[in-house]
């Protein structure tokens, strides 16, 4: 039986003895302190607007290494033509996550409540996004959770060829640069794979984020 979490209880089940599926609670509510207590044990929040919250820790998980990221000669040519600016419009970032979904006919996560959550974890400094700009119009990015040695990203978008990559390309220069050990993916596809993700089990990426943030 899934637990479910309420407004005093802000401590998650082992996320290591859950399905492969990794769905590990539901409820609770998107209280930042509770948004980071999750991504700090492997777990983040996923689920539409008609849903309670869910809280997820899938097997196996999808991980890249910085020093990994497989560059295209396509990609360094787009990588001249694009300006990448960090932490400068974030509001406009996830907003645009969103609504590029959404114009696509794919629907989105990113309801208005979880806007809110990230936009104060973003005052705090705990989330950080990447901005892609063409001419000085904002054509891509991505954004995510940052635990310090760890980033864990959350969604991208892309309304010219290649911006999100770009702004990927930036996200694995600035964990090179600051010491990150590995970006979590979250969830594998064949897009990320193709840049070097790589699957690991569920366990193995808990022991890693033990390793380097120490919870879990």
């Given at each position: 039986?899934?637990?479910?979490?309420?407004?005093?209880?802000?401590?998650?089940?082992?996320?290591?003895?859950?399905?492969?599926?990794?769905?590990?609670?539901?409820?609770?509510?998107?209280?930042?302190?509770?948004?980071?207590?999750?991504?700090?044990?492997?777990?983040?929040?996923?689920?539409?607007?008609d849903d309670p919250i869910l809280w997820w820790s899938p097997d196996p998980r999808l991980i890249l290494y910085p020093n990994d990221l497989k560059i295209s000669k396509s990609?360094?040519?787009?990588?001249?033509?694009?300006?990448?600016?960090?932490?400068?419009?974030?509001?406009?970032?996830?907003?645009?996550?969103?609504?590029?979904?959404?114009?696509?006919?794919?629907?989105?996560?990113?309801?208005?409540?979880?806007?809110?959550?990230?936009?104060?974890?973003?005052?705090?400094?705990?989330?950080?996004?990447?901005?892609?700009?063409?001419?000085?119009?904002?054509?891509?990015?991505?954004?995510?959770?940052?635990?310090?040695?760890?980033?864990?990203?959350?969604?991208?978008?892309?309304?010219?060829?290649?911006?999100?990559?770009?702004?990927?390309?930036?996200?694995?220069?600035?964990?090179?640069?600051?010491?990150?050990?590995?970006?979590?993916?979250?969830?594998?596809?064949?897009?990320?794979?193709?840049?070097?993700?790589?699957?690991?089990?569920?366990?193995?990426?808990?022991?890693?984020?033990?390793?380097?943030?120490?919870?879990?």
């Amino acid at each position: 039986m899934i637990p479910k979490l309420t407004q005093y209880n802000h401590f998650f089940p082992d996320p290591r003895a859950v399905s492969k599926e990794g769905l590990v609670a539901w409820g609770g509510d998107l209280n930042p302190d509770r948004v980071m207590s999750a991504y700090l044990n492997g777990i983040f929040p996923w689920y539409n607007e008609d849903d309670p919250i869910l809280w997820w820790s899938p097997d196996p998980r999808l991980i890249l290494y910085p020093n990994d990221l497989k560059i295209s000669k396509s990609l360094k040519k787009s990588i001249k033509k694009y300006t990448v600016k960090i932490n400068q419009d974030f509001s406009s970032i996830i907003k645009a996550c969103r609504d590029t979904r959404v114009e696509n006919g794919e629907g989105s996560w990113i309801i208005d409540e979880v806007i809110e959550c990230y936009e104060e974890l973003h005052k705090r400094g705990l989330v950080i996004s990447f901005e892609t700009y063409f001419e000085g119009e904002l054509v891509g990015g991505l954004y995510g959770v940052d635990l310090g040695k760890v980033f864990c990203g959350e969604s991208m978008f892309s309304k010219q060829s290649d911006a999100s990559k770009v702004a990927l390309v930036a996200l694995s220069e600035y964990c090179l640069k600051n010491g990150y050990d590995f970006i979590d993916c979250q969830i594998p596809t064949n897009h990320l794979k193709s840049m070097g993700a790589v699957e690991i089990s569920r366990d193995d990426f808990l022991d890693l984020l033990k390793e380097k943030v120490g919870s879990v």
